[in-house]
């Protein structure tokens, strides 16, 4: 059985992988545009559990439209795309990234329902992600991986957008709590009493934190979920 102790160990180990390799890359990319100062979070996998539990506890189906806010090398997209078929649209600031993100689209056969377009996130306007950012079809389910001070830095943008839009947001962050800006109250500061409101369900164990859609109670989103469902860690699908 998949423990949160399994799972983290195993995020640390990409984590360190992918910044040993990024020391290494940046070297050689002076010339590509790449996120640098502009970043909410350096890029990193996020580790295939993880990933399977947070689209799980977003409750994604083939009808959702899926957008990766951060989408990196676009594995969580694929993969999304793979087992449920829904469309998905990767917004990343990073070149190379999105280039690696569309050839593994292309390469697991599922080109069709995946795009990714170059977007800074520390600049988006809410209302084009809340109605569908550059023509793509409106966001209804949203993640999320980002640093506690990048989603901090993104927290009124995200907001204002959850506030126009219809869709819910899953965010993998190990301590929320920490994850505060107490100065701009950040994308998840309970303490501020504005109406966004953090389900903690099954899933908070590995890190794994859901806002409902606008207008949904905390209270009938928990009724809903089946946490047999969302803790249920089936083998890996190769997207490389």
Request: hydrophobic residues 40%; proline residues 4%; charged residues 30%.
């Amino acid at each position: 059985m998949t423990s949160p102790e399994d799972v983290s160990r195993a995020q640390q180990a990409l984590l360190r992988d992918a910044l040993a390799r990024r020391r290494d890359a940046d070297v050689l990319r002076e010339d590509a545009r790449w996120a640098g100062e502009a970043s909410l979070a350096p890029f990193a996998p996020t580790e295939p559990r993880r990933a399977r539990i947070a689209l799980r506890a977003l409750r994604v189906r083939e009808d959702d439209v899926l957008y990766d806010l951060g989408s990196g090398d676009g594995r969580v997209l694929v993969a999304a795309a793979l087992e449920i078929g829904c469309r998905c649209v990767g917004l990343e600031l990073d070149d190379e990234l999105r280039a690696r993100a569309t050839a593994l689209a292309e390469s697991a056969g599922v080109g069709r329902l995946c795009e990714f377009h170059a977007c800074d996130l520390s600049q988006i306007h809410p209302r084009e992600l809340a109605s569908g950012f550059a023509g793509a079809a409106a966001p209804t389910a949203c993640f999320a991986w980002l640093t506690g001070s990048g989603l901090s830095r993104f927290s009124r943008r995200l907001r204002e957008a959850w506030e126009r839009g219809a869709f819910r947001i899953a965010t993998c962050v190990d301590s929320l709590d920490s994850c505060v800006d107490y100065e701009r109250d950040g994308a998840f500061a309970e303490h501020a009493d504005v109406g966004w409101r953090v389900h903690r369900g099954a899933a908070a164990e590995f890190g794994v934190f859901v806002v409902p859609p606008r207008g949904v109670s905390l209270e009938r989103w928990a009724e809903d979920e089946d946490e047999s469902d969302v803790l249920a860690c089936e083998p890996e699908i190769e997207t490389e």
